[in-house]
C-alpha cells in the first residue's frame, strides 16, 4: 500500500472512530439539514479530531456545463473513465439492462426517442415528436425520417410496438415490465397470454404509432412513456427468454445515437466510432472509449490524462484535489440518494409482485425506527463527504424540488430515543452481553450487507455497525465483508433472487425524471429490493398518478403523504442526498451534466489530440 493511500486509510478510520464518539455523547447537533442548505457556504469548516479543519463546500458553487478554453479541432477521440470497483456487465441494451455501470456506456451509443427539459417534462425537441388527444389517453407518436439505427435501417414504429411487446412478454427477464406497462390497455392481456397482440398500440405508418393508455396521469408527460425502441429486424426472430444474453446485446449492440459500438473487452472497455448518419448531425468526435477504472486511481488517471472525464468522481476525494490543474469540476444536486434498507418479504417470480412476510426479523417497525435514530447523517456528510453529501430526511431527494418536502425533518438522530424504543418495544439485554435480544428473549444478530467502493466504503459501513451498536444492536457485515456491485445487486434481488441471509443492506437509488416513486416502492416494482407493500401504500402511490393529480397542488399533498407514510413506516431510511461531480480535461468543449442544457453528446469537442497533464 502506497504512504499517501495508507495515510488516507488511517484518516477514513479516524473519522469512524470520531463520528462514533460523537454518537457516544450525543453531542451532535440535532437540527435535520434540508435541501442544498447543509454545509452551504464553502468557508464553512467543523474541527476535526486533531484541531484542524473539515473544509466544507456546496454543490451550488459549481455549473453543470463546462467553460470552453481556446479553438476545437476537427476530429479527435475522448476517454471516457467508467468509475467501477469490478467489470460491467455487458447488458448493453436499454430494454434489459439493470445497473448503472451499463448505463453508462448506453447513453454514448443508444438514446431515448424523447427528450425532457429542465422540469423533467418531454419536449418534442427529441428523435420523435407526441400529440396527446383531448381525452388524455391516446399519444400519438412520430419519428423522425432521419432516425436511423446504426446499421442504416430506419428506426420505426414497429420497433417501437416490439420493444412493448417482448417487455410485456411472459418469457422477459429484464426488470422494466411494470405499473408504466400495465397502464396501456391490453397490456395485461397480453402479458397473461389471453391476448396475442396488445390492443393499446397501433402502428399507424412506418415512423408513427399510437398509445392508449388505461389512466391519463400526470406521469405521461414525465417519464413513464417507454421511450427505447428494440431493432425488430435484428431480435424479431429471437426467443424472448434468449434475447438478453444474446451475441446481439453483449458482443455488438446497437443503437441509433451518436457514437457505435466498434469493439468490446467484456466487463473492461467499450471502443465506439462516430455516426455520421446520427440523426441530430455528424458528431464533432470522432469516437469515443470507455474505460473500466478502479476508484482507488480515478486522480492518478485524471492526472495523468489517461481519461478525460469520468462517470462520477468520488465526492470523499475532492477536498484533496479540488485544485488539480488540468481538469475542471462541474457540479449538480444528483437525481439519487443513498439509503438503508430492511428486509421485509421475497420476490414473487410468478406473479411479479412483493411478497411482504410479517414474521420477517425486521418486520418490527419499533426495531426499523430506532436503527433511523440512531445514526447520525449530518456528522456522515460533513466528514466523510465535507458537506457534498448531506443528511436526507425523505424519499423523494431535492432533485426534484416541487415534490422533496423540505420542511419534514425525518428521523432526528437521537440514540436515547432509539434505546427507549427499543426497551419499550421489548429489545432487551437477557445475558448482559450488551446486545439486545428479541422480544422473545432469543439471540438477535441483524445481518449487513453493503458494497464496496470507494476508500470510505469500509469506514461507513463500520460507522453504522458501531452506531448500532452503541444503542445495543449487533449488526455484522454479510460474509465479514464489503460486497462488489453485481454480486451486492444479485443477493438483494434484482434478478428477483432475495437472498434469505440479508437483513438489511445499505444502497443509492437513481431516481427517474418523472418523480412518481411506484418504480422503486410500488408492489409490483422488481427494484423494490425492501419487499414491503401495504395497501395504504398502494392507494397513496395510485393517487400520485391519479386524475386529480394533474392539479400540482393536489399532486405535492399527496406525495408529501407519502414521504411522512414512508417515514412513519421505514421499510428503508434515506441517509444521505447526494452531490454529483465530475471532473472534466480543459481540452474538451461542449461537455455537460443534467438535463435541460440544451446540449447533447454529438457536440463534445477537444481542442487537441492528447489530453491534457496535470502540473
Not at 426472430?237 to 443503437?255: F, K, L, T, Y
Request: glycine share 8%; hydrophobic share 35%; aromatic share 12%.
Amino acid at each position: 500500500m502506497s504512504d499517501s493511500k495508507l495515510m488516507k486509510t488511517l484518516l477514513a478510520l479516524m473519522l469512524v472512530l470520531l463520528v462514533a464518539l460523537a454518537a457516544c455523547s450525543g453531542d451532535s447537533d440535532d437540527d435535520q439539514s434540508e435541501g442544498t442548505d447543509s454545509g452551504s457556504d464553502s468557508e464553512d469548516s467543523t474541527e476535526t479530531e486533531d484541531g484542524g479543519d473539515n473544509e466544507l463546500y456546496s454543490v451550488e458553487d459549481f455549473s453543470q456545463i463546462k467553460s470552453n478554453e481556446g479553438e476545437a479541432i476537427e476530429g479527435g477521440t475522448l476517454t471516457f473513465g467508467l468509475v467501477s470497483d469490478t467489470a460491467f456487465e455487458g447488458t448493453l441494451n436499454w430494454n434489459f439492462y439493470s445497473g448503472n455501470p451499463d448505463s453508462q456506456i448506453l447513453n454514448w451509443f443508444d438514446e431515448a426517442l424523447l427528450t425532457w427539459d429542465e422540469n423533467y417534462v418531454y419536449t418534442n425537441d427529441g428523435a420523435a415528436t407526441y400529440e396527446i388527444d383531448e381525452s388524455g389517453n391516446v399519444f400519438t407518436f412520430t419519428i423522425g425520417d432521419n432516425v436511423n439505427w446504426h446499421d442504416g435501417e430506419p428506426v420505426t414504429a414497429e420497433d417501437w410496438l416490439f420493444a412493448h411487446e417482448v417487455i410485456g412478454h411472459p418469457d422477459y427477464d429484464g426488470p422494466r415490465y411494470g405499473s408504466d406497462f400495465t397502464n396501456i390497455e391490453g397490456m395485461a392481456e397480453y402479458h397473461s397470454g389471453e391476448a396475442e397482440t396488445i390492443s393499446g398500440i397501433q402502428v399507424i405508418d412506418e415512423k408513427t404509432l399510437e398509445i392508449t393508455y388505461i389512466q391519463a396521469t400526470p406521469s405521461l408527460i414525465t417519464g413513464s412513456i417507454w421511450t427505447y425502441p428494440l431493432a425488430k429486424h435484428i431480435f424479431g426472430d429471437m426467443e424472448v427468454a434468449e434475447m438478453s444474453a444474446s451475441p446481439e446485446v453483449r458482443e455488438n449492440p446497437i443503437g441509433f445515437g451518436p457514437f457505435k459500438v466498434e469493439s468490446i473487452v467484456p466487463g473492461e472497455s467499450v471502443t465506439m466510432v462516430k455516426n455520421e448518419d446520427y440523426w441530430r448531425g455528424e458528431p464533432n468526435l470522432d469516437g469515443v472509449t470507455v474505460k473500466v477504472i478502479n476508484p482507488n486511481v480515478i486522480v492518478q488517471e485524471l492526472e495523468s490524462g489517461g481519461v478525460d472525464t469520468v462517470s462520477e468522481f468520488p465526492v470523499d476525494q475532492f477536498p484533496d484535489n479540488a485544485d488539480m490543474s488540468n481538469v475542471e469540476y462541474l457540479g449538480m444536486i444528483d437525481r439519487s440518494y443513498s439509503y438503508i434498507g430492511f428486509k421485509l418479504g421475497t420476490w414473487d417470480k410468478e406473479n411479479g409482485e412483493v411478497v411482504t412476510d410479517p414474521d420477517a426479523k425486521m418486520a418490527d417497525v419499533n426495531l426499523r425506527k430506532a436503527m433511523w435514530h440512531a445514526v447520525d447523517n449530518t456528522t456522515v456528510g460533513e466528514r466523510f463527504y465535507n458537506g457534498l453529501r448531506w443528511n436526507a430526511t425523505t424519499l423523494i431527494p431535492p432533485s426534484h424540488p416541487e415534490f422533496h418536502d423540505e420542511t419534514n425533518p425525518g428521523v432526528p438522530y437521537d440514540p436515547e430515543a432509539a434505546k427507549q424504543i427499543l426497551d419499550e418495544a421489548g429489545y432487551v439485554d437477557v445475558d448482559g452481553d450488551n446486545f439486545r435480544e428479541t422480544p422473545d428473549g432469543e439471540e438477535l444478530v441483524i445481518n449487513f450487507a453493503s458494497m464496496s467502493g470507494s476508500e470510505v466504503a469500509e469506514p461507513l459501513a463500520q460507522y453504522y455497525i458501531q452506531a448500532w451498536e452503541q444503542v445495543g444492536l449487533n449488526v455484522q457485515l454479510i460474509d465479514g465483508r464489503l460486497q462488489e456491485f453485481n454480486s451486492f445487486y444479485d443477493r438483494v434481488g434484482q434478478n428477483g433472487d432475495d437472498d434469505p441471509a440479508v437483513d438489511i443492506y445499505s444502497a443509492a437509488w437513481g431516481v427517474g425524471i418523472d418523480v412518481d416513486p411506484r418504480g422503486l416502492y410500488g408492489r409490483d416494482a422488481i427494484f423494490n429490493f425492501s419487499r414491503y407493500s401495504s395497501d395504504e401504500n398502494d392507494e397513496l402511490l395510485a393517487a400520485g398518478v391519479s386524475e386529480d393529480a394533474f392539479d400540482l397542488e393536489n399532486r405535492q399533498k399527496v406525495y408529501n403523504e407519502w414521504q411522512q407514510f414512508m417515514i412513519d413506516e421505514v421499510p428503508v431510511f434515506p441517509t444521505l442526498y447526494r452531490s454529483e461531480l465530475v471532473p472534466v480535461n480543459n481540452r474538451v468543449h461542449n461537455y455537460y451534466i443534467g438535463d435541460g442544457t440544451n446540449m447533447y453528446r454529438y457536440d463534445i469537442a477537444v481542442t487537441q489530440e492528447d489530453t491534457i497533464v496535470a502540473e
